[in-house]
């Protein structure tokens, strides 16, 4: 008797090309084609068509060109809320430092060799591996570990008032401490539980359990006042707040 063992298949990693030169764009293609865990779903000549494609379907890993007309890929990367991972593909070195600071996958330099493409693209399925476990993760206890230095410091999330967002690195804001982690905004918000932490502004994501006030426009945690969005305001109140107030 012949048993089917065969694992079942993981999701394929969607891929936009984004490249002003076509011979770059469909050597790109290529070597995605190459590679199994990946999936071309595009292409585009320049970032302002990246950004309907982003908007409009579903893109997990950007191949992104960074001297391009109108916007560049550095410009057009750091204006996404929400960005995809990334891996630079340019033929220019400078510029590494400030790809880092966006959080990008690799930095491959033109002419770019298939070895080294593969492991970028290793690179980038890892991160996509670690990213979708700790979305289906729900926190059993009220622990996290946290990079500090070179180590992690295990800390409770039920004592952290709110987060303050700075690029790549946020603030956690305890009673009587801060503590700045090299880690963004919304991975915090992807891994904390949803029903107690509600983002209020674009730079700030606080813990509804210890809002002592809201007036206007703004909320007060431990006698600290934070901004809160006009758009977020009315689902504080109502969706958040309310009910929480009802479950006590």
């Known amino acids: 008797m012949n048993l089917n063992l065969e694992q079942p298949s993981k999701p394929l ?5 984004v490249d002003d030169e ?3 764009r469909n050597s790109i293609i290529d070597f995605i084609e190459k590679i199994d865990f990946l999936e071309v779903v595009g292409s585009c000549a320049s970032a302002l068509e990246a950004s309907e494609y982003i908007q409009n379907g579903q893109v ?9 007309p109108y916007l560049s890929g550095l410009e057009f990367l750091d204006s996404l809320d ?4 990334a891996i630079f593909t340019t033929a220019y070195s400078e510029h590494a430092l400030e790809g880092y600071r966006l959080q990008i996958v690799d930095y491959l330099l033109k002419p770019i060799t298939f070895q080294r493409f593969y492991q970028a693209s290793l690179k980038a399925q890892q991160l996509y591996s670690l990213t979708a476990s700790a979305k289906q993760q729900v926190p059993a206890d009220p622990f996290l570990y946290i990079r500090q230095g070179e180590g992690f410091q295990k ?3 039920v004592d952290i008032l709110y987060i303050e967002g700075m690029q790549n690195y946020a603030k956690l804001h ?5 503590l700045i982690i090299h880690q ?5 918000e992807e891994t904390l539980p949803k029903e107690k932490f509600f983002r209020i502004h674009k730079s700030f994501l606080v813990n509804i359990d210890h809002i002592d006030s809201i007036a206007g426009g703004r909320l007060s945690i431990n006698n600290q006042q934070l901004p809160i969005s006009r758009t977020r305001r ?15």
């Open 174 to 178: 305890f009673k009587n401490q801060v």
């Open 155 to 157: 800390i409770s999330w």
């Open 234 to 248: 009315e689902a504080l109140l109502k969706e958040v707040v309310y009910k929480n107030l009802l479950s006590r």
């Open 13 to 17: 990693i969607k891929c936009l090309v």
């Open 82 to 85: 929400r960005p995809p991972m």
């Open 184 to 188: 963004t905004m919304i991975s915090l």
């Open 60 to 68: 997990d890993l950007l191949f992104l060109d960074i001297n391009m």
């Open 22 to 24: 076509p011979l770059a």
